[in-house]
């Protein structure tokens, strides 16, 4: 709190005791040179703008699904990562190599790798 010339009571400074503008800077509106873009605006192409965002695609799909040539989603099977001696051995001969997925499974791993149709 201050106290302001001929007041007797403590109120609050509300800004007035803002220090004045420096001597040479740009007024308010006028652009600063050392406020310049550090990257420039990408240029337009011929085409027209760019189309932006670009979506993601989740890291963890692309490392456990493939899409096939027709647009089938392809993963590894199931429950071979441990614990193989309790397991059957038809179990395991019949969870080698990869399966197609079902097309409700399907439909939501295409919705996390946009570009890979």
Same mark, same amino acid.
């Given at each position: 709190?201050?106290? !302001?010339?001929?007041?007797?009571?403590?109120?609050?400074?509300?800004? @007035?005791?803002?220090?004045?503008?420096?001597?040479?800077?740009?007024?308010?509106?006028?652009?600063?040179?050392?406020?310049? @873009?550090?990257?420039?605006?990408?240029?337009?192409?011929?085409?027209?703008?760019?189309?932006?965002?670009?979506?993601?695609?989740?890291?963890?799909? /692309?490392?456990? !699904?493939?899409?096939?040539?027709?647009?089938?989603?392809?993963?590894?099977?199931?429950?071979?990562?441990?614990?193989?001696? /309790?397991?059957?051995?038809? !179990?395991?001969? /019949?969870?080698?190599?990869?399966?197609?997925?079902?097309?409700?499974?399907?439909?939501?791993? /295409?919705?996390?790798?946009?570009?890979?149709?």
């Amino acid at each position: 709190m201050l106290l !302001f010339q001929g007041s007797t009571s403590a109120r609050k400074s509300r800004g @007035r005791d803002r220090a004045p503008p420096l001597v040479g800077a740009p007024a308010e509106g006028e652009a600063c040179e050392a406020r310049q @873009r550090k990257h420039p605006v990408q240029p337009v192409s011929e085409k027209g703008p760019s189309k932006m965002p670009k979506l993601k695609t989740k890291s963890g799909a /692309k490392k456990r !699904f493939k899409m096939t040539g027709t647009g089938k989603v392809v993963a590894a099977q199931a429950g071979k990562r441990h614990g193989m001696i /309790k397991r059957t051995t038809k !179990f395991i001969r /019949k969870a080698r190599g990869t399966s197609v997925l079902n097309d409700s499974d399907a439909k939501i791993v /295409k919705k996390y790798m946009p570009y890979n149709r």
